[in-house]
Nanobody, 119 residues
Framework: QVQLVESGGGLVQPGGSLRLSCAAS????????MGWYRQAPGNQRELVAT???????NYADSVKGRFTISSDNAKNMVYLQMNSLKPEDTAVYYC?????????????WGQGTQVTVSL
């Protein structure tokens, strides 16, 4: 089974930028979509951004215009460029790989990387 490893999290001041990376141990072409989700303390995990195998992207309203998801199929990497960061972006960010088999959705998750936006 493909494993996902996130990196790039850390502490950043409001208005700053971070770039998250997700390294897959196998081909990401086999998945219908790759994505980033986040979970803040006391909150449910929420979608941040997704990119399909065809290159279509989708973003949560809260990050539109600030975050950009991209992928490099040759390197089996997925990235999340985060600009104009806000304190409310503080969360653990998880990489996700999704495959649809009929009506069944198979999810693979990374271990997460902490992003903290604070002075």
């Amino acid at each position: 089974q493909v494993q996902l490893v996130e990196s790039g999290g850390g502490l950043v001041q409001p208005g700053g930028s971070l770039r998250l990376s997700c390294a897959a141990s196998g081909s990401i072409r086999s998945f219908n979509a790759m994505g980033w989700y986040r979970q803040a303390p006391g909150n449910q995990r929420e979608l941040v951004a997704t990119i399909t195998s065809g290159g279509s992207t989708n973003y949560a309203d809260s990050v539109k215009g600030r975050f950009t998801i991209s992928s490099d199929n040759a390197k089996n990497m997925v990235y999340l460029q985060m600009n104009s960061l806000k304190p409310e972006d503080t969360a653990v960010y998880y990489c996700n790989a999704a495959r649809f088999l009929g009506v069944t959705k198979i999810n693979i998750w990374g271990q997460g990387t902490q992003v903290t936006v604070s002075l």
